[in-house]
């Protein structure tokens, strides 16, 4: 079945440095990825939408500044946490969709565990 | 390694019954469950959760059963309404966390 790859699986930073998460999509080209970020006991909360050759679409309150998103090819979009702080601290993880027989499923990545010191 | 598996990858049910969707999971330090809900061409919404603490969380039509000795858990949808179709991610959590493969639910007018 389709794999997402989510690289690192867990970082610790210093504060003031910058941290990129990869997500790739390993037997499928993936059109369209999404970023989450997740606190503990608490659900997803969607932070942008990554299309191929276009900008990420964010959503209201996620600084693009400060999370920067490139998806320059269909199998690799990555999620850059700049000048981090340890309010940064969190789960981030992504997920990619794939039209598979004309039916669109959604593939998660194994998620990347950022500690900010 | 998958931990967390919904093993009916679809559900057909009839407008006004209750759909169930089932889930297992391997890892019993999970210890907070959710369910999401994704429409074509949307990221998944959240749907509903549970703390490893209870057996059962009630939202409107939608009510989550966990039994923590089975490790399995269980998204009730009562009355369906055909708004409903759409795929079913659970997710188990603890420091991360991890979803099961979804299970796309049609409800039939």
């Known amino acids: 079945g389709a794999v997402v790859s989510q690289h690192p699986s867990r970082v610790i930073c210093k504060s003031g440095t910058s941290v990129k998460i990869e997500c790739r999509s390993l037997?499928?080209?993936?059109?369209?990825m999404f970023w989450y970020r997740q606190f503990p006991k608490q659900s997803l909360m969607l932070m942008a939408t990554s299309n191929e050759g276009s900008k990420a679409t964010y959503e209201q309150g996620v600084e693009k500044d400060k999370f920067l998103i490139n998806h320059a090819s269909l199998t690799l979009s990555t999620l850059t946490v700049t000048s981090a702080h340890p309010e940064d601290s969190s789960f981030y993880i992504c997920?990619?969709?794939?039209?598979?027989?004309?039916?669109?499923?959604?593939?998660f990545g194994s998620g990347t565990q950022l500690s900010v010191l | 390694d998958q931990q967390v598996k919904q093993n009916s990858p679809s559900l057909s049910v009839q407008e006004g019954r209750i759909s169930i969707l089932n889930c297992d999971y391997t890892n019993s330090m999970f210890d907070y469950f959710l369910w999401y809900k994704k429409y074509p061409a949307e990221g998944p919404t959240f749907l509903i959760s549970?703390?490893?603490?209870?057996d059962k969380n009630e939202d409107g039509r939608f009510t989550v059963f966990l039994n923590k000795s089975a490790k399995h858990l269980s998204l009730h949808i009562v009355p369906s309404q055909p708004g409903d179709s759409a795929v079913y991610f659970c997710a188990a959590s603890r420091n991360d966390m991890r979803f099961g493969a979804g299970t796309r639910l049609t409800v039939k007018p």
């Open positions: 997920s990619a969709t794939h039209r598979d027989s004309g039916v669109e499923k959604l593939f």
């Open positions: 549970i703390s490893s603490i209870k």
């Open positions: 037997d499928f080209q993936a059109t369209t």
